[in-house]
């Protein structure tokens, strides 16, 4: 694996695992989960081509 992928990753599991900076809120911070599980999933699928 690159590097670039390999830390691309670790910042999407540790926006996964801590939602967007500054939020407290549980309902957001879920969107967030989504999001980066989205993001990942994306990333992931190109980074197998």
Request: aromatic share 16%; net charge positive; charged share 20%.
């Amino acid at each position: 694996m690159h590097k670039e992928e390999f830390a691309l990753k670790g910042a999407i599991s540790m926006l996964i695992k801590k939602g967007f900076p500054g939020d407290g809120n549980k309902f957001s911070s879920l969107i967030s989960q989504l999001y980066g599980l989205t993001l990942f999933k994306f990333v992931y699928r190109f980074s197998i081509v």
